[in-house]
C-alpha cells in the first residue's frame, strides 16, 4: 500500500542505530508525537469537526470530501483522522496517501490512484479512502483524469482531496464533494495548545513567548510547534529565545533600513538590508514582512505608494526575480518616493 505516514517500527530502529522506539517518541518531531488520533482532539476547527462527526456515523452515506484553507490548520491530520476513525485496525491497508505537489502529472492519477481504487477482494470496510494532498498543484489535464475516476469508483472508494488554494481545483472535482473551509487557528486556542504541549515536555513556557510563536506562525500550528521545539533546544520559552530561534533576533533594524530608504540614504539602506540577509540570516520574504510591518509604525502621509512598492517587489521575488538585485532597487523606488 501506499500509506505514507506509516513506518515499520523495527526497520526503523535499524536505521537509527538500534535505540529503542520509545526513545525516538520522547525525543522525536513533537509536530508528530502531539498528532491528533481522534477528530475530537482536533484544535479549534469546531464546527468542521462536528458536522464530519456527523457524517461518518454513518459511513456508507459519506460523500467525498474537500478541505481548504492555509498551510498547518489541521486538513491533513482531519483526513488522516476519518481514515482511522472509519476503517479502524485496516486503516493502512485501504488508505493512500499521496501528495500531489510531488506527482502533479496525469500519470499519477492513472498509475497510482486508480490502481489502488480498483475493486479487489475489500475485507469488513465500507469504502477505500484517497488522501489526495495538495491537489490544487495538479494539472489540468490530471484534475479531469481524477474527476473520471472519482465517478467510476464511487461504489468502493471515496476521496478526500485537500488543497491550499480551492479555486484552482476544477468546478467538476468541487461540485462532487462536500466542501470544508479551515479557518487559522485563534491566538488563544494556539497558545493554550502550545501550553499543553510545553507541560508535556516538561519546558518553561511564558504568555510573551507564546505570543511570538503565535505572531510568526500567523495561525499555522504545524510551524508554531516546530518553532516552539526549536526554542526549546536552546533553553525556555522566552521571547528572546523565540526571536533567536527563528533568526528575528534583528527585527527592530529593519525599521531603520525603511528610515534610511525614505530619507535617500540609499547605499547605507542596501548595506543594513544585505547585514541582516548574509549576516543574520534573515530572508527575503520575511525582511519584506517586516517592512511592511514597519510602514504601518512610521504613519507616513504617502503609506499607500510605500505598501504598494513593496507588493510589486514581492511578487517579483517570488517568480523567481534576483532578491539582492531586486531589494536594491525596492530601497531606491522608496528613496524617490520621498522626493
Request: aromatic fraction near 8%; include cysteine; proline fraction near 1%.
Given at each position: 500500500h501506499y500509506f505514507v505516514r506509516s513506518i515499520d517500527p523495527i526497520n526503523f530502529d535499524l536505521l537509527v542505530g538500534n535505540r529503542p522506539v520509545d526513545h525516538m517518541l520522547t525525543t522525536g518531531m513533537w509536530v508528530e508525537k502531539y498528532r491528533p488520533s481522534k477528530l475530537s482532539e482536533i484544535v479549534n476547527q469546531t464546527e468542521i469537526i462536528g458536522s464530519l462527526e456527523a457524517l461518518i456515523k454513518d459511513p456508507t452515506d459519506m460523500p467525498h470530501l474537500m478541505f481548504s484553507g492555509s498551510a498547518g490548520v489541521g486538513k491533513t491530520t482531519t483526513a488522516l483522522c476519518i481514515a482511522r476513525?472509519?476503517?479502524?485496525?485496516?486503516?493502512?491497508?485501504?488508505?493512500?496517501?499521496?501528495?500531489?505537489?510531488?506527482?502533479?502529472?496525469?500519470?499519477?492519477?492513472?498509475?497510482?490512484?486508480?490502481?489502488?481504487?480498483?475493486?479487489?477482494?475489500?475485507?469488513?470496510?465500507?469504502?477505500?479512502?484517497?488522501?489526495?494532498?495538495?491537489?490544487?498543484?495538479?494539472?489540468?489535464?490530471?484534475?479531469?483524469?481524477?474527476?473520471?475516476?472519482?465517478?467510476?469508483?464511487?461504489?468502493?472508494?471515496?476521496?478526500?482531496?485537500?488543497?491550499n488554494n480551492i479555486s484552482k481545483i476544477i468546478a467538476p472535482i468541487q461540485s462532487r464533494c462536500a466542501t470544508f473551509k479551515f479557518t487559522a487557528i485563534p491566538e488563544e486556542d494556539m497558545i493554550n495548545h502550545l501550553e499543553n504541549i510545553a507541560k508535556k515536555e516538561k519546558v518553561k513556557a511564558d504568555k510573551k513567548g507564546l505570543k511570538a510563536i503565535y505572531d510568526y506562525s500567523e495561525g499555522d500550528l504545524r510551524h508554531a510547534i516546530n518553532l516552539m521545539q526549536a526554542t526549546a533546544s536552546i533553553g525556555e520559552i522566552s521571547e528572546d529565545n523565540v526571536k533567536a530561534s527563528a533568526g528575528l533576533t534583528k527585527t527592530s533594524d529593519v525599521d531603520d533600513v525603511l528610515k534610511m530608504a525614505l530619507?535617500?540614504?540609499?547605499?547605507?539602506?542596501?548595506?543594513?538590508?544585505?547585514?541582516?540577509?548574509?549576516?543574520?540570516?534573515?530572508?527575503?520574504?520575511?525582511?519584506?514582512?517586516?517592512?511592511?510591518?514597519?510602514?504601518?509604525?512610521?504613519?507616513?502621509?504617502?503609506?499607500?505608494?510605500?505598501?504598494?512598492?513593496?507588493?510589486?517587489?514581492?511578487?517579483?521575488?517570488?517568480?523567481?526575480?534576483?532578491?539582492?538585485?531586486?531589494?536594491?532597487?525596492?530601497?531606491?523606488?522608496?528613496?524617490?518616493?520621498?522626493?
Open positions: 476513525q472509519i476503517l479502524g485496525e485496516y486503516s493502512k491497508d485501504y488508505t493512500l496517501e499521496l501528495n500531489a505537489s510531488d506527482e502533479r502529472g496525469i500519470g499519477m492519477v492513472r498509475e497510482k490512484v486508480k490502481k489502488f481504487s480498483r475493486y479487489a477482494g475489500m475485507v469488513d470496510v465500507p469504502f477505500k479512502i484517497i488522501i489526495l494532498d495538495e491537489a490544487d498543484e495538479m494539472t489540468s489535464d490530471a484534475q479531469t483524469a481524477l474527476r473520471r475516476i472519482i465517478e467510476d469508483t464511487a461504489k468502493y472508494c471515496r476521496f478526500i482531496i485537500i488543497a530619507s535617500g540614504k540609499i547605499i547605507d539602506a542596501r548595506e543594513k538590508m544585505i547585514e541582516l540577509i548574509k549576516v543574520y540570516g534573515m530572508s527575503e520574504s520575511d525582511f519584506l514582512k517586516y517592512l511592511n510591518s514597519a510602514v504601518f509604525k512610521t504613519k507616513h502621509e504617502k503609506i499607500s505608494d510605500i505598501v504598494e512598492v513593496i507588493a510589486k517587489y514581492d511578487y517579483r521575488i517570488l517568480v523567481g526575480a534576483n532578491p539582492e538585485i531586486q531589494l536594491s532597487a525596492l530601497l531606491a523606488e522608496l528613496g524617490k518616493l520621498e522626493k
